[in-house]
């Protein structure tokens, strides 16, 4: 589970949307976060930003998407609650394997992580 607390730690992995569950994995060696989807993801646009590589290192033909993700995470510290985790330019590319949470680019916007 992708849990976010009142001090701003994320404890791990999962997005829900109202009645729809969507599984993402928290990546230590990703510089951004990919969705594999364009469903969930706000104001598209082209990226003109630097070539990215796919999962077999080979450079990505279909990383010229990018856009935003609003998620809504279970907080595990308090029973039932819920928090927004806004994503911002969030790489689209449809022939990744699944979503990936960049560690790097979380802890750059101030999350902070530790072992529950």
């Not at 994320?10 to 569950?21: E, G, H, L, Y």
């Not at 990215?52 to 907080?75: C, M, P």
């Not at 994503?87 to 802890?107: K, Q, W, Y």
Request: hydrophobic share 35%; aromatic share 8%; charged share 25%.
């Amino acid at each position: 589970m992708l849990s976010h607390q009142a001090d701003d730690t994320i404890n791990a992995v999962k997005k829900d949307t109202s009645d729809m569950t969507i599984e993402w994995v928290l990546d230590s060696a990703s510089d951004c976060h990919v969705r594999t989807n364009k469903e969930i993801l706000i104001n598209l646009r082209f990226n003109d930003g630097p070539m990215v590589f796919d999962w077999e290192g080979k450079a990505s033909q279909y990383t010229e998407q990018i856009g935003e993700v609003e998620l809504i995470v279970r907080n595990e510290t308090t029973p039932h609650a819920m928090n927004p985790l806004s994503l911002s330019n969030v790489l689209f590319t449809p022939i990744g394997t699944t979503n990936l949470l960049s560690l790097d680019r979380l802890e750059q916007d101030g999350w902070d992580f530790r072992k529950f």
